[in-house]
């Protein structure tokens, strides 16, 4: 599934591209990654690390936010369940500390919050295929509703991921409370990109770890069943 990531189209060309998708991207693979060693083992050094990359993750692309708030939540859950309050209490110095540092640097800037992509939200763009926008007007093939599906059936992300996605869901290797706070990750920042206008295929690159990591278990039966039939 790594290599199917480094090499799926839209995730090589706009890692060669002056964006910050890619790098909201890798924010995201590692603040996975430090949360599920977080909860399996419950280290401080996990915990600061996964603090860490969402911290960064949300000064990258602000929207990332949507991806991290049931991990957040999850954390916060076990993080009171295992009496570590206080002791584990000091990782909220790092986001604190980019804030400040933020502020220091840029000053106090609310401009992302006037962006078109928020004052033109509506439910009504999930079914819609026409938009008219700043730069004229918007045409696609398939609704936003389906647009966010993307990185499930699309050449440029993972053909068979809808595949793996079902089988996932029958035969789970992923822990299942990791399994649905990835897929209400998921579901949030899918819905919050639909009610957006327009289609651009590299805001859902964000949320492509994510999808890797659900569709893993559907991988992995695939895989042994075919390793089976060799």
């Given at each position: 599934m790594c290599i199917r990531d480094r090499f799926a189209p839209f995730v090589f060309r706009?890692?060669?591209?002056?964006?910050?998708?890619?790098?909201?991207?890798?924010?995201?693979?590692?603040?996975?990654?430090?949360?599920?060693?977080?909860?399996?083992?419950?280290?401080?050094?996990?915990?600061?690390?996964?603090?860490?990359?969402?911290?960064?993750?949300?000064?990258?692309?602000?929207?990332?936010?949507?991806?991290?708030?049931?991990?957040?939540?999850?954390?916060?859950?076990?993080?009171?369940?295992?009496?570590?309050?206080?002791?584990?209490?000091?990782?909220?110095?790092?986001?604190?500390?980019?804030?400040?540092?933020?502020?220091?640097?840029?000053?106090?800037?609310?401009?992302?919050?006037?962006?078109?992509?928020?004052?033109?939200?509506?439910?009504?763009?999930?079914?819609?295929?026409?938009?008219?926008?700043?730069?004229?007007?918007l045409t696609y093939f398939f609704p936003n509703i389906v647009y966010i599906l993307y990185p499930l059936f699309f050449p440029g992300f993972c053909i068979p991921g809808f595949l793996f996605f079902i089988k996932s869901l029958l035969y789970p290797l992923l822990n299942r409370a990791y399994f649905v706070t990835l897929m209400l990750s998921f579901i949030l920042f899918s819905l919050f990109l639909a009610g957006n206008y327009g289609q651009n295929p590299r805001h859902l690159l964000g949320i492509y770890p994510v999808v890797l990591i659900l569709c893993f278990g559907g991988f992995h039966s695939c895989l042994l069943y075919t390793s089976r039939c060799v």
């Open positions: 706009n890692s060669v591209a002056n964006t910050s998708d890619m790098l909201a991207c890798c924010m995201i693979a590692g603040a996975i990654y430090h949360y599920i060693m977080y909860l399996h083992h419950t280290k401080y050094i996990d915990l600061f690390l996964a603090t860490l990359f969402i911290s960064y993750g949300v000064f990258t692309r602000y929207v990332t936010i949507l991806v991290f708030l049931p991990i957040i939540i999850h954390i916060i859950l076990h993080w009171g369940k295992n009496g570590f309050i206080f002791r584990h209490a000091t990782v909220l110095l790092i986001p604190v500390g980019i804030l400040l540092m933020y502020f220091y640097f840029a000053g106090f800037n609310a401009r992302f919050i006037k962006h078109p992509y928020l004052s033109s939200w509506s439910v009504d763009n999930y079914f819609s295929t026409h938009f008219y926008t700043p730069e004229g007007k």
